[in-house]
């Protein structure tokens, strides 16, 4: 019998003995239930368990208190779709094919970990935003929003049925996965649930019951807001400025009736927002909004108070957006404990990458820097380590780790490695020292070149590439917010040397073919 063949046929034997009625009393017999929690856009700056500076998230903390909290936690490339096809595949973007959101169409015949799942006897759901323009392959059951969803009101495909519903996304996405681990899934099988919110992307929506939340709190400005990006060419070239690029009536919601405020095409858009809403949603939208339009035009700002005055607006919905995706969790979390089910399932709470609150002056993400590369990861695992784990793990580990989790082989082809063993708290001395990144989408919105490189625990360095040719070295440890680029800088020869060796050696592990970087002239 081949080991394939025996992992499977375990997995299922110790499936059938499964039951509901076991749920409590029989933990480590049972496979663990997976509960994959991914927001969209969810800076872990923006989670108390990471970062007190800015807000509070008891629930999504609750994870952390009652697990662990990844402090190297990042993504292989920080952009929704490609983001997601790394995790689902645990490979890197120029193998799952799925490298940028605007050309790309996820492969879904391809090897997934749902699918191995599945096959091993797991029932498998994915609720909420999908964005891989493919239907989803490899679940029962899936209700997914439409490309990045809509706040309110939205439409969701319920296995190939489009239904609208009212109400705000994050809290209809809540109710659509407990419906579905409640009354729709079979309770003889372990599940596996990827519950993934459009919360918080773009244009940070509140939910009604939120809007007077921070209204009058004023939030730290970055020490980087007005970095003039020296020596970093790819840096200055971006459009994610929130000074610059930021819109008052599209991303700020300044829409206002007597049509005095005047930006460009994203305005036009802005204008039809609230549109969707009903006759309740609308009236709270305006009563809250209303007001701050008429303080923002009697202020009058321009130059740097106009663009702190942005910050500070923008922060507020984002976080605004954010107790509401918290309050969520709670409710599943409780939803779990009243019904049994902490103690045999294993929660994620990740993001499909970072997001910056205001450092460099930006917002969005895509670039290999820090706060959009890092992405929050936390895990309740019961019987698991409890603490922090601080190896460099990336988002390809996910599959390899949920196939462990149900004492399914990993396919060799996959990337990634299992976090599994870190998360019992064994040693792993032979634990992976750097993590390999590739950024592909330009020409496109925000103008981030694209660009691939290497990370230790200390080093990072870049190339970008296309219509650019730049190299970026950082110590993260003398220079964490990534402002002086060392490459080419006298002393740095050797480090640059060996990190490149190590980018090469990446490549080749992860079969990176020859012609992936096609170098333009400038
Ligand atoms: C949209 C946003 C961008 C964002 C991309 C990718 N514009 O296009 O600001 O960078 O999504 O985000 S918007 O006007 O449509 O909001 S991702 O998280 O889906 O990758
Ligand atoms: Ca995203």
Excluded at 278 to 284: L, P
Excluded at 344 to 365: A, C, L, P, R
Aim: with cysteine.
């Amino acid at each position: 019998m081949n080991k394939k063949f025996l992992a499977l046929t375990l997995g299922i034997s110790t499936i059938s003995t499964y039951s509901s009625a076991q749920e409590s009393d029989t933990k480590s017999e049972s496979p663990l239930n997976i509960l994959f929690i991914m927001c969209d856009d969810h800076s872990y700056q923006t989670i108390s368990a990471y970062d007190t500076r800015f807000t509070q998230t008891p629930n999504i903390d609750r994870i952390a208190n009652e697990g662990v909290r990844f402090t190297n936690s990042f993504v292989a490339n920080s952009i929704s779709g490609p983001s997601r096809a790394c995790m689902l595949t645990g490979k890197h973007s120029h193998i799952n094919g799925y490298t940028d959101n605007v050309k790309s169409r996820f492969n879904g015949a391809q090897q997934t970990f749902p699918k191995l799942l599945q096959t091993a006897g797991y029932q498998t759901a994915v609720v909420g935003k999908w964005h891989l323009t493919s239907p989803p392959t490899g679940f029962d059951y899936w209700n997914i929003l439409i490309g990045q969803g809509e706040y309110y009101n939205p439409t969701f495909i319920n296995n190939g049925t489009k239904e609208q519903h009212e109400g705000y996304a994050t809290n209809i996405t809540t109710d659509i996965a407990i419906d579905w681990l409640d009354a729709k899934r079979n309770k003889e099988q372990p599940f596996c649930l990827l519950l993934h919110h459009k919360a918080p992307h773009r244009t940070w929506q509140p939910d009604t019951l939120d809007l007077d939340l921070f209204s009058d709190t004023e939030f730290p400005l970055p020490a980087n807001f007005y970095d003039t990006y020296e020596g970093r060419e790819a840096a200055a070239a971006q459009e994610m400025s929130i000074a610059k690029d930021m819109d008052l009536i599209y991303d700020l919601k300044l829409a206002d009736k007597e049509n005095e405020i005047k930006t460009n095409q994203l305005g036009v858009y802005g204008r039809e927002i609230p549109k969707r809403m009903n006759k309740e949603q609308r009236a709270a939208w305006d009563a809250h909004y209303d007001k701050v339009i008429a303080d923002f035009k009697a202020a009058n700002l321009t130059g740097n108070e106009l663009a702190e005055w942005k910050y500070r607006q923008y922060m507020r919905d984002y976080l605004r957006v954010i107790a509401s995706v918290d309050r969520n969790i709670g409710e599943v979390l409780n939803y779990l404990e009243t019904n049994g089910l902490l103690e045999n399932t294993i929660i994620v709470y990740t993001s499909d990458q970072g997001f910056y609150m205001g450092e460099h002056g930006w917002f969005d993400k895509r670039f290999m820097y820090e706060e959009s590369f890092r992405t929050p990861l936390l895990v309740r695992m019961p019987d698991g380590k409890r603490g922090d784990i601080k190896q460099l793990v990336q988002n390809i580990d996910y599959a390899p780790t949920f196939l462990d989790i149900a004492g399914v082989e990993i396919p060799e082809d996959i990337h990634g490695a299992s976090m599994l063993p870190l998360l019992k708290g064994e040693k792993s001395s032979d634990w992976r020292e750097s993590l390999y990144y590739h950024y592909y989408e330009f020409p496109s919105e925000h103008s981030v070149k694209k660009h691939y490189g290497v990370r230790t625990d200390r080093y990072k360095l870049i190339h970008f590439y296309d219509n650019i040719d730049t190299w970026e070295l950082y110590d993260l440890k003398k220079d964490p917010s990534e402002m002086k680029n060392l490459y080419g800088t006298k002393g740095y020869d050797k480090l640059t040397a060996k990190l490149k060796v190590e980018l090469s050696k990446l490549r080749k592990q992860y079969n990176v073919p020859a012609d992936n970087i096609p170098i333009k002239q400038k």
